[in-house]
């Protein structure tokens, strides 16, 4: 669309020299970055500095008055971000808020939007209790005290309550009254995970909020001001609209009568509306992979296509319209910024659109690549942290790139297009074909290093995709706007239009779920620096610029094997130095357990579960991958509790698991539930070509040059006591030992092991002792009377408890604490420990400093065991 509205009075030649919009932006980008990297937190000093330089420039001649202004938009991008996120204002909300320890607050405000009932994500949510959720975005101005004193405080709360929609539902714009516990926003707590605090300061977000029951936030009829209530009318005013908007899409759906499927209709909200349906998650996550999830989100895709529409519609109608094309385009803009929610991907592209269709209006030639720039820089001032986001990079890097190489490369391969009035509808047709190709190839050769850089995939099918998805998204929007004005206007004539809409929606999600379960349609990548990812989309503009594998090129022939080169090392070269020879992470997934134990050249998971049932949608691929281990291969299930292993299916794919190691307790409740949540689990990893794998007491599982020796369960009939054991009791309990040169160091990984198992451990003649210990079941002093006296006989340094903040710093623990260093995730995030060649021990966490332990004891060395794992 951009490059329909930037005609021929677009003359990049004549003012190419002159790209003050471009440096700006750049320069203000550049200031944003440093500003945040190295935590600048004085605002005034660089803001006057930025007026200064802006005064100077004036007086300079135009290069240097270039410099100096680049300078001046370099320390207000600095001076700005400073000021937006370092420094809350005197009455907000977050002010009153801890990160950590929930508040009980008593507070009013204006709802945003609509009540949205929410559903609990991952592939084991249906095997959970499905307690109804609605999830509410609440300004609130003002917090009650006990006394009933009003005091002001201001700020966004993500509220949440335990219960299912009223029948008076409460309405955007509605003003109300809650009460609940809240908390700020939170540091990250497993790596990789991004520091939302800056993101929540810019927004002026001040936290979340857990409420019980709706009936805790009530709507009260309060005397308002002014400009409060015409915002509350505004906002009940877009919320009719777009529930009569969705009111249409739910009659199509009733009337396709067999076209379509869930999947379509989400999709068809999620084009339309911006809605986020359940539904839509697994087509989302296949359209990402495959590098087309474009389509599906409302951004600058779909806003372009609306306003091509309009120009298809108002050219049909005559020449009379022509002069106001851009004004009726930037009303449609703003009339859809009205319709959908105002994200952040949808609003970029509102002032994209609207700096552009500015420039249009004007009537004279101008620089598109400048004008580029300067939407640019009026998104920066509106959000600056946005320059850290991927919507915001692929954005303007896409756009900047087809504005210069589209055409350039069309050349090259096609030669120039003939005039549109010398040829016939099909030649025409396919002349577009060829420009879109071009325009796909571009596209996908500047994002791709920055996908792999956020998400860690390469889609090589991204261009050829996005060529058919483009043209059908375009279809798909003008039906679906068609469908939603017959469905206000004459609901009987759906029958008609419902199928033309659904059923296509259909064969593309079937179509990309085909795709997608291909073994070549993505390929998951290591971690990919911020350097490399810069150096990639630099060598991939230069192939765009010249086009040629000529031997005279050898400047890009060497930047391209100097790329490969640094790729193939970053990506191949062991995560662990030298030094290290176990490694320990304990990510923190709140009441469960997921554990990465690893050497330099293998590894394995021991749990990946949590009762946050979606930890392994995002949480633990995203970790591992900035731990540099985006391949664990092994899975290690202690016991088929969920908390241990619901994270195991949503994760498996994106971590390329190919065994699960489990012990016997596991495949007997699957047998005995074959409809329970456990055989799902094997069923479905066995269909993704996982193996299982069953040990026992004295088997062993490899760790590189290390060995895991699985000391529990022992079989029924080795047991002195032969009563049946609990789940827990059944827990695989794992010691490794790791030479170094001053002896083994041994950890102990013992899982919800309870009684029963500690105390036959116990009774050994040499109880495991170990350096460093997963302490049972998570850290629960219910289990203490026996947990304290085998700590004790273990002596561990270094314990490790995963767990939530309900089981953080009991008292009961206090015989064993002493001078152990004792890592909790609730407290400290995610934890871990190294054993050295040296045979010290270096353990640290997100929220706790790296130091040294000297170990206190040398574990004997371990018994012979010579059975291996039973398939």
């Not at 932006?25 to 990297?37: D, N």
């Not at 004008?371 to 959000?383: C, F, H, N, Q």
Request: proline residues 7%; glycine residues 8%; hydrophobic residues 50%.
């Amino acid at each position: 669309m951009l490059g329909g509205l930037a005609d021929a009075r677009s003359d990049p030649a004549d003012a190419a020299p002159q790209r003050r919009g471009l440096v700006c932006a750049g320069a203000l980008a550049a200031g944003i970055v440093g500003a945040h990297t190295l935590g600048l937190g004085a605002h005034a000093p660089f803001l006057i500095f930025a007026l200064a330089c802006c005064a100077l420039a004036w007086t300079l001649p135009r290069r240097a008055s270039q410099w100096s202004l680049a300078l001046a938009a370099a320390c207000l991008g600095a001076g700005w971000l400073a000021l937006r996120t370092q420094h809350a204002p005197h009455d907000a909300l977050e002010r009153h808020l801890d990160a950590h320890e929930p508040r009980l607050i008593h507070a009013e405000g204006v709802l945003r939007r609509d009540p949205e009932a929410t559903q609990r994500r991952g592939a084991l949510a249906r095997f959970t209790f499905p307690l109804p959720s609605v999830r509410m975005e609440v300004r609130v101005d003002t917090l009650l005290g006990g006394d009933g004193e009003r005091i002001p405080a201001r700020g966004l709360l993500y509220v949440r309550t335990d219960s299912a929609p009223r029948p008076d539902q409460l309405r955007a714009g509605d003003r109300v009254r809650l009460q609940g516990w809240a908390t700020s926003v939170a540091p990250p707590d497993n790596p990789g995970a991004p520091d939302m605090r800056a993101w929540a300061a810019q927004e002026r977000v001040a936290g979340w909020a857990r409420v019980p029951t709706q009936d805790l936030v009530q709507r009260i009829d309060a005397p308002a001001p002014a400009l409060t209530e015409a915002r509350a009318r505004f906002l009940r005013l877009r919320a009719q609209a777009r529930a009569a908007a969705g009111g249409a899409l739910d009659h199509a759906a009733g009337a396709h009568r067999g076209w379509g499927s869930p999947e379509s209709d989400a999709i068809l909200r999620a084009i339309l509306l911006g809605e986020r349906e359940h539904a839509l998650r697994d087509v989302h996550e296949t359209f990402t992979r495959l590098g087309v999830a474009h389509v599906l989100a409302v951004s600058g895709l779909h806003l372009g296509i609306a306003a091509w529409l309009l120009l298809i519609v108002l050219r049909a109608v005559g020449s009379g319209v022509m002069r106001w094309e851009a004004l009726l385009v930037a009303l449609l803009v703003l009339a859809y910024l009205f319709l959908v929610p105002v994200r952040t991907p949808i609003a970029r592209a509102a002032i994209m659109t609207l700096v552009f269709l500015g420039a249009e209006s004007t009537g004279r030639r101008y620089d598109r690549m400048n004008i580029l720039g300067w939407s640019m820089v009026l998104t920066l001032l509106w959000k600056p942290m946005d320059v850290f986001s991927p919507g915001f990079q692929l954005s303007y890097l896409c756009v900047g790139a087809l504005i210069t190489f589209t055409t350039p490369l069309r050349l090259r391969c096609f030669g120039p297009p003939p005039a549109p009035d010398t040829v016939r509808a099909p030649r025409r047709m396919w002349e577009g074909v060829k420009d879109g190709a071009c325009a796909c190839v571009v596209a996908w050769v500047v994002a791709t290093p920055v996908v792999a850089h956020h998400f860690g995939v390469i889609a090589p099918l991204g261009a050829p995709l996005s060529l058919l998805g483009v043209p059908l998204a375009a279809a798909a929007l003008a039906t679906g706007f068609l469908t939603m004005l017959v469905g206000v206007l004459a609901p009987p004539a759906l029958i008609v239009l419902a199928p033309m809409v659904h059923a296509p929606l259909t064969w593309i999600a079937h179509g990309a779920a085909w795709i997608d379960s291909a073994p070549w349609a993505a390929f998951d990548t290591p971690r990919v620096g911020a350097l490399l990812t810069v150096a990639g989309v630099l060598v991939g503009a230069a192939w765009l610029r010249s086009g040629t594998v000529r031997l005279r090129a050898w400047r890009l022939h060497a930047a391209t094997l100097l790329l490969a080169l640094w790729t193939g090392w970053s990506w191949l070269a062991p995560a662990l130095g030298r030094d290290v020879v176990l490694r320990i992470d304990m990510l923190s997934v709140g009441d469960g357990s997921c554990l990465l134990v690893r050497t330099r050249d293998d590894a394995f998971l021991w749990d990946c579960g949590s009762l946050r049932i979606s930890i392994g949608e995002e949480e633990v691929p995203r970790a591992l991958r900035a731990l540099g281990a985006h391949r664990v291969r092994r899975l290690v299930v202690s016991h088929p509790d969920l908390d241990h292993y619901s994270g195991a299916v949503d994760a498996a794919r994106r971590i390329g698991l190919r065994t699960l190691i489990v012990g016997e307790a596991f495949t007997d409740e699957a047998a005995a539930l074959p409809r329970g949540p456990v055989a799902f689990t094997l069923n479905t990893l066995t269909s993704m070509g996982v193996r299982t794998e069953i040990v026992r007491k004295g088997d062993d599982i490899p760790l590189g040059a290390l060995r895991a020796e699985v000391l529990w369960p022992s079989d029924q009939a080795t047991r002195a006591d032969t009563t049946r054991l609990s789940s827990n009791d059944e827990s695989i309990i794992l010691r490794i030992g790791a030479p170094t040169g001053a002896g083994e160091r041994v950890l102990l990984l013992t899982g919800d092991a309870e009684r029963i198992a500690l105390r036959a451990l116990l009774d050994r003649p040499d109880p495991p002792r170990a350096h460093v210990m997963e302490i049972p079941h998570h850290g629960s002093a219910a289990y203490a009377g026996i947990a304290v006296p085998f700590i004790l006989a273990a002596d561990p340094d270094v314990i490790l408890q995963s767990s939530g903040r309900s089981r953080l710093d009991d008292d009961r623990w206090a015989p064993v604490r002493g001078e152990r260093e004792w890592l909790v995730t609730a407290r400290d995030g995610a934890a871990w420990v190294e054993f050295l060649r040296d045979g010290s021990i270096r353990a640290g966490a997100m929220r706790a400093p790296a130091r040294t332990v000297t170990p206190r004891q040398t574990a004997p060395a371990p018994a012979a065991t010579g059975t291996l794992m039973h398939p």
